[in-house]
Each structure stands twice: as structure tokens, then as C-alpha cells.
């Protein structure tokens, strides 16, 4: 295989990238200047479709198609660029945003000409302080060199980037929480559909995409769709920020083609497991995703074969790893807590099952599980979601998988937690087991004031 | 006697209100302006007031109430002051394989508050947070200035809060 060269990470190492003027003498806004003046929207899509590229915020839908939902008669279309980065272990788009900024304002550029959209709005989550200042300089910078505002490069077409700060919500990365977030109401996905393709951001046809997805455009018009599919796997397509973390030696985020191994990641970028020891899982990307065995380490992280594996999908790509003494009980317990968090409490078996999840979690690593609790979650888990059909949007598909994937892959070594740790103070209360035991909750032979009742009596002898 | 209520003096400054309005043409409805609205009205006054969210719905043309029910979905804004810097240590799974929920736990204890309290001296407010998205500094924690730390272990993390102990550092120096 011929040696990877860098495409979104190229500039990383240069500091100056950050004005315009240095991003412009290594090649820089010449795709986008391509794009405006030479080709028509229509073909920029048809390009990127051609390309596959497919989106990297979590769920891998092509991009291009995206682009082809938005109804051809629209009057307004909005852009809204997803950069809530909120799933745990994730990073890249923060690197993308504070190492390349004009590479990503290219790549909106590019978007919103291609679906007509004369708005984006930058949707950043508030934690990334730094980002938010370096793109709002590089904005006001593209916008005083005729990169952004009216009449780009004399094309007739008009574009304003707006960055709007999130305030610390999971769900705002979620495409219509994130709308009614910028709508300045609270972050609660609407129902779907309409889809906001149709109807989005004010109610008028709104394409949202991920900032590394963005950031691919401008290679691609630059260089072709063949260029593009001549990196990855098939039906993952070009290159892919992978970060590292957890119990590894070396934290980093690095661009590879997509369909790399854990194990190259590990021990090629990682620096292998932390403190000499071996590795014993991987989250592929984003705790949502549930969890690689180390016999597992060998799949390509790619869309379409991680899937295989029982993972929920490639996510992320924010790649975690476990070493052997870490406890899957100790897994569980820190992402159910995670969802119970984030939870925005707008579909009941979200809210509820989520913190269910949590509290039985929490009670079986106290030492008051029950092997039968293992079936209770699974129970639990598999009606909640999108998938049953439950919920308004995936975020309980991502508490309840975690669990399910784990319950599968490691149901010895949980069942032998339960068995080993027995802490009679942190078991259930008598009263709650004589329900779920269908049995009356009051001891024989006594009695206990029940308000608007009156003194009740136990039903048994 | 007719019942009379006094006035309430107004909080929000002119030239904040002007910086509010000036965020108006950028949006095709006053109501998105909430959101930046609270972060400006957050950074002036540290806080969100009840009298500063009245203030906010009469600029945007909506009810105060709605602007209570945004602000309140975000774990980000507080209708009381916090200590002079605000601090969050991350217990999300990269830093939680990394000693993070011991850490925070380590530097409440050497504080002498729960997670989401101030000191005493209304100097350091510490609270938990979920993946801030520096896993590249697990286990991390960052502060409201745009101070990043990691990755922590006990002393640096005694480093970090005897700093933070002496106040905010803007942006611009960091």
C-alpha cells in the first residue's frame, strides 16, 4: 500500500494557517473559487455524491444524497454546521476547528453553494472557548478577502457564516435538537418527519452537516471523486480522523484512511496499552457504539464491517481502549450514568429507562445485583429507541446499546461480579423485590397507615 | 390604596443591550437570539438573573417565561453568581479510565465542597462535567477561562487549583 499523505491533518503542524493569507499561498479558496465560478450547484452534488463521501458525525448517511432531499423549488435554505461534539472520547472536530479553521470555512462555503444556502450557522458547543475565538477571527479574516459575504468571487452568490455557542446539552448534537436549540428554544428533537431537508432551521429546507464532513469537500472538488474512493474500504470512502484514548500511552488524533484496525491504532499511534499491560476492549466510536472484544481488534473501523461485530456502528471514530483490569461493570456504570445525565426527558422510556439503567447499574457494582437483573436491562434496553419505536430520537438507542452489547459479549464475566460481590446493604428493599415478586409488599401480620386509606392490613395469614 | 409596586431598576447596561440587538439581523426570528443573548448577559454578569431574563424577553419580543424555559434545559447558565473562576473536571469514560472520578472526588474533598459548590472565599467553583471533548488531556478539566488542564494526577491537580485560586487569566494571554 502506498504511504498515506495527510489530507484534512495537512496544515496541523503549521501555525500560520490560521490567517488567510497563509492558507491561501498553500492552495487554499482555489476549490472553492473552482466550485463558484466554473461549476453549477447541481454538479457540485453530483460530484459529491460521486465521491460517496459519507457523513463522519455518527450515523455515515451519504452526503451527497443528503443534499439531493432539499425540494427543488425551495426559496430559503439554511445550513446548519453540527459542531456540538458532545460524544464522549470525541475530539477531532475540535482539531479540524483550531488547526485548520479556513479549511472547514472553505468547506462550508462549498456546501452551501452547492445546496443554495446563503445562511450557515455554526453550532459550536460552548466548552470548545479557544475554537469559538479562532473561528470567529477566521471568519471575520474570509469575509475582508471576499471569501464570504456578497457576490462571491463575482458568482452572484451570497453567503454569511453566523457561529452560535451551545450551553452544554448531548442532545443539541442530535440534527433537529440542534434546530430548535438555534431557534433559542430548548434542545428537544422533533419528530421526524418532516425532516429538515423539508423542514429544518425556521421551518425552511435546512441541510445539517458535520464539520468533518464539510471539511472534505473542498479536497474533493479539487481533486475528484476517483481521487477520493481511491482511499478507504468499500462503501467507506477517503480519509478519517481517528482519535485515541483511555488506556493508552499516547492520547492523540491522526488521519488515516478509513478501515484501519484497532490494533494498528493501538499500537502504531497509541503507543501501545498504558503501564505495560494488554488490552481487553475497545469502544470504536463513541461510547454509544458498545464495545470490541480484543479478538475483534482486526476488523476495519469502517461503516460497514465494524457493523458486523455486533457494534452499533463506526460513530465517532473516537476510539477507546480498555486494559485487562478494567471492569465491565465499571464500563457500564460510567456510560448509563453518562445517558441518565443527558437524557433531555422528553419521551418517557428515554428519561425513565435511562435512569433505571443507571440505578440498577449502580446497585449490581455496589454488590446488590441479581442475575436476573441481566435480563431486566436487556428487557429494558431493547424497548427504548428509534428501533422499538419508542422514543423521538436515537439517544436512547445509544444508552440501551452499550448495554445489550455488553450483556452479550460479557455475560460470564458480569454474572461472576454478581456472584462475587454481595453486599446485602446495597440489594433492593424487601418491599420492592415482594413486587417484582408479586407478592404483597407488607411483611405477615402487620400493618401500616396508607394515606386517603386508612390502616392496611397485610393480605397473607 | 391602590396597591403599587416599585419600580425595578433595569440591569442590562445600554451598551449591552445595543451588543443583544446587534445579534438580531443575523437570525430570521428574535427568538435565536436567546440563546446568545444569555451567553452575553452570562459573561457580563457572571449569572442570570430573574430580573436580567425580563430584561432579555422584552428586548426579543417573547415572555420571560420563555426565556426561563430555554436557559433552564442548559446545565450552563446560573441565576446566581459562582466563584470568580468555574472549573470542570470531566467524568466521561476516557478520563474516568484515567482517574477522573477520583480526581474530582480528590478535589472536593481538598476543597471542602460537593461537586457544583463554591468555596468559601467565593474564589473556585468546581463542578463535574460530561466528556468535554479534551480527551487528548485525559483525565482533564477545564476552566471558564478557556484554560485547559491534563492530563491531571494529584499534584498537578493541586497545581491546577492553587492557580485557578488566583483568579481568571483572559483569553488573549492564553
Not at chain 1, 106 to 128: K, Q
Not at chain 1, 293 to 307: A, H
Request: glycine residues 10%; contains cysteine.
Amino acid at each position: 500500500m502506498p504511504k498515506f499523505e495527510p489530507v484534512l491533518s495537512r496544515n496541523w503542524n503549521d501555525p500560520e494557517i490560521l490567517s488567510v493569507k497563509r492558507y491561501e499561498s498553500k492552495g487554499g479558496y482555489a476549490a472553492s473559487r473552482k466550485a463558484l465560478t466554473t461549476m453549477s450547484p447541481d454538479q457540485v452534488v453530483d460530484l459529491v455524491k460521486a465521491s460517496e463521501l459519507r457523513g463522519r458525525g455518527g450515523a455515515g448517511f451519504p452526503t451527497g444524497l443528503k443534499w439531493s432531499f432539499l425540494p427543488k423549488d425551495r426559496k430559503e435554505t439554511f445550513m446548519c454546521v453540527n459542531g456540538d461534539e458532545s460524544e464522549p472520547a470525541t475530539f477531532n472536530n475540535r482539531y479540524l476547528v483550531e488547526k485548520d479553521p479556513h479549511q472547514f470555512i472553505e468547506g462550508i462555503l462549498i456546501g452551501c453553494f452547492a445546496t443554495r444556502a446563503s445562511t450557515a450557522y455554526v453550532y459550536l458547543r460552548f466548552e470548545y472557548i479557544k475554537a469559538i475565538k479562532i473561528l470567529e477571527q477566521a471568519i471575520a479574516e474570509a469575509r475582508a478577502a471576499g471569501h464570504l459575504g456578497k457576490n462571491i468571487y463575482g458568482s452572484g452568490f451570497d453567503l454569511e457564516i453566523w457561529c452560535h455557542r451551545g450551553a452544554g446539552a448531548y442532545i443539541c448534537g442530535e440534527e433537529t435538537g440542534l434546530i430548535e436549540s438555534l431557534e433559542g428554544k430548548r434542545g428537544w428533537p422533533r419528530i421526524k418527519p418532516p425532516f429538515p431537508a423539508i423542514e429544518g432551521a425556521f421551518r425552511k429546507p435546512t441541510v445539517v452537516n458535520n464539520i468533518e464532513t464539510l471539511a472534505c469537500v473542498p479536497h474533493i472538488v479539487e481533486r475528484g471523486a476517483d481521487w477520493f474512493k481511491s482511499m478507504g474500504t468499500p462503501k467507506s470512502y477517503g480519509p478519517k480522523l481517528y482519535t485515541i484514548s483511555g488506556q493508552v500511552n499516547k492520547q492523540v488524533c491522526v488521519e488515516l484512511p478509513l478501515g484501519v484496525t484497532t490494533n494498528q491504532l493501538i499500537e502504531e499511534h497509541g503507543g501501545g496499552v498504558w503501564k505495560g499491560r494488554k488490552a481487553k476492549a475497545a469502544i470504536p466510536g463513541g461510547i454509544s457504539m458498545g464495545l470490541l472484544t480484543k479478538d475483534e481488534f482486526d476488523v476495519p473501523l469502517d461503516f460497514e464491517e465494524i457493523r458486523k461485530t455486533g457494534c452499533l456502528g463506526l460513530g465517532t471514530a473516537a476510539v477507546t481502549v480498555l486494559d485487562e483490569t478494567t471492569r465491565i461493570i465499571d464500563y457500564l456504570y460510567n456510560t448509563s450514568r453518562f445517558f441518565a445525565h443527558e437524557s433531555c426527558g422528553q419521551c418517557t422510556p428515554c428519561r425513565e429507562g435511562t435512569g433505571w439503567l443507571y440505578k440498577t447499574i449502580k446497585r449490581i457494582r455496589d454488590g446488590g445485583g441479581r442475575i436476573e437483573d441481566l435480563d431486566l436491562m436487556n428487557h429494558l434496553a431493547n424497548n427504548m429507541g428509534i428501533t422499538p419505536g419508542t422514543t423521538i430520537c436515537g439517544l436512547a438507542d445509544g444508552a440501551a446499546w452499550p448495554i445489550k452489547n455488553a450483556i452479550a459479549k460479557y455475560r460470564p464475566e458480569l454474572e461472576q461480579f454478581i456472584r462475587e460481590n454481595v453486599n446485602p446493604a446495597a440489594r433492593i428493599a424487601p418491599v420492592q423485590e415482594a413486587i417484582s415478586a408479586g407478592r404483597s409488599p407488607l411483611p405477615s401480620n402487620t400493618s401500616m397507615f396508607v394515606p386517603g386509606i386508612g390502616i392496611a392490613k397485610s393480605a397473607t395469614s | 390604596m391602590t396597591p403599587t409596586t416599585l419600580p425595578t431598576p433595569r440591569m442590562i447596561p445600554d451598551s449591552l443591550r445595543q451588543k443583544i440587538e446587534s445579534y438580531v439581523p443575523r437570525y430570521p426570528n428574535k427568538k435565536a437570539v436567546t440563546l446568545p443573548a444569555l451567553h452575553m448577559v452570562h459573561s457580563h454578569f457572571r449569572c442570570v438573573p430573574y430580573q436580567a431574563m425580563k430584561e432579555i424577553a422584552e428586548i426579543l419580543e417573547i415572555t420571560p417565561a420563555e426565556v426561563a424555559d430555554t436557559m433552564s434545559f442548559y446545565g450552563f447558565f446560573p441565576q446566581a453568581p459562582l466563584g470568580d473562576v468555574r472549573v470542570w473536571i470531566c467524568r466521561s469514560i476516557s478520563c474516568m479510565l484515567r482517574g477522573g472520578d477520583e480526581l474530582l472526588e480528590h478535589a472536593c474533598k481538598n476543597l471542602n465542597i460537593e461537586p457544583g459548590q463554591t468555596t468559601a472565599d467565593g474564589k473556585l467553583t468546581v463542578e463535574f462535567a460530561e466528556c468535554l471533548g479534551i480527551c487528548d488531556h485525559a483525565p482533564a478539566a477545564l476552566s471558564d477561562d478557556g484554560r485547559v488542564f491534563g492530563p491531571l494526577d494529584e499534584s498537578s491537580l493541586q497545581k491546577m487549583l492553587d492557580d485557578l485560586r488566583k483568579g481568571p487569566i483572559p483569553l488573549e494571554e492564553l
